[in-house]
């Protein structure tokens, strides 16, 4: 299945959910390329972008130091981590292809990394991971 901008359709989660490959399309690489290259234009002017490139909660109008920028955006990923014990697989594939579809849209400031895998890509990496 190549996601797109388009809504997944119900049928299309459950394949990915028991096992069907998501793999990226030109198409989405493009759109992706595209908004990322926009957010990384807004980080060059310096100014202040929730989450980007300041602190959250009450640290909002805190900003944070480009060096540091990647630790807080793994520490926000790593702090919303929760544990739920044990969980089936298929739901697993299923939450996680929902939030590559939303990432394939191209708002996410998401960047396309080619790396090996089982589809041989993988995902848009989080900016974090930039």
Known sequence: MTPSHLPMAQEELVAVAIGR????GDQTKARIAANRAILEELMSWGDAIYRLSTRVGHGKNTRVPGEALKQLQQLLVSSHAGSFGTVDRTVVRAAMAVRVCGMARGCS??????????????????????
Do not use: D, N
């Not at 490959?21 to 990226?24: A, D, E, R, S």
């Not at 400031?109 to 930039?130: C, I, K, M, N």
């Open 109 to 130: 400031g998401a960047s396309h990394l080619r790396q090996p895998s089982r589809g041989g890509e993988t995902w848009p990496a989080p900016a974090a991971r930039r």
């Open 21 to 24: 490959l998501l793999v990226p």
